[in-house]
């Protein structure tokens, strides 16, 4: 089992210019998750999905969007980047109630 | 506001010796999990301790939770090197719906 993943693992952006970043899970969890970390700080939610075709706001939803078109895939858009929004960003995934399992990272930066 | 907050921020022992960290959070919980993350790494899942229990182990961890508190503690026994590391609390509280509220976390240095 593959776990968590993410793709890119890095990536540069100017300023205004849009990507998505893709997740994926192989363990048939229903709940996924979207977080950014910055710099000596710990996880924020972004964005959640509790099952396929769902999807809900976390504590800093602004600036993203995200999609949940297949259970195993979580995807986090980022329509007009910013530099605020340089940070590392983190999937995870878990059955409900019980410990999330995360992916490496991505490591964004805007200039 | 971040619903738990650990203590202290930074923390630096030698190998062989226990470290402790604390964990303070403000509303009801269903659990409270502490993570571990290496530099540039991913988290990973250490202990998850429900409402209604007191105190669980695993390995060299210890985790205490006190509700009258709103508090729970990590104990590393017999600290290594390899447990330099960040430590996070995450609290799944009752009002938030199976979202997890991470603290800081505490970053523990283990000197060789």
């Known amino acids: 089992n593959a776990g968590v993943t993410q793709t890119p693992k890095f990536r540069v952006l100017k300023t205004g210019q849009s990507m998505t970043l893709l997740c994926a899970q192989d363990?048939?969890?229903?709940?996924m998750y979207w977080y950014r970390q910055d710099p000596g700080m710990g996880l924020r939610l972004i964005h959640y999905?509790?099952?396929?075709?769902?999807?809900a706001k976390g504590e800093v939803p602004d600036g993203y969007n995200v999609s949940r078109l297949k259970k195993q895939n979580f995807l986090l858009g980022l329509e007009s980047a910013a530099p605020s929004q340089t940070s590392v960003y983190f999937c995870?995934?878990?059955?409900?109630?019980?410990?999330?399992?995360f992916g490496p990272g991505t490591r964004l930066t805007v200039l | 506001s971040q619903q738990g907050e650990e203590d202290p921020q930074a923390l630096s022992i030698q190998e062989g010796e226990n470290a402790t960290m604390n964990c303070s959070y403000k509303?009801?919980?269903?659990?409270l999990q502490w993570y571990r993350q290496n530099s540039g790494r991913g988290l990973v899942h250490l202990i998850l301790?429900?409402?209604?229990?007191r105190e669980k182990h695993s390995g060299r961890l210890r985790v205490t939770l006190d509700t009258s508190k709103k508090s729970s503690s990590l104990l590393i026994t017999a600290s290594r090197a390899a447990d330099t590391a960040s430590y996070f609390c995450?609290?799944?509280?009752?009002?938030?719906?199976?979202?997890?509220?991470f603290g800081g976390g505490t970053r523990v240095l283990v000197k060789p």
């Open positions: 995870a995934s878990s059955a409900p109630a019980v410990e999330q399992f």
């Open positions: 995450a609290t799944d509280a009752e009002a938030a719906g199976n979202k997890l509220t």
């Open positions: 301790i429900r409402s209604n229990e």
């Open positions: 363990m048939n969890h229903e709940y």
């Open positions: 999905s509790v099952g396929e075709g769902t999807t």
């Open positions: 509303t009801s919980i269903n659990n």
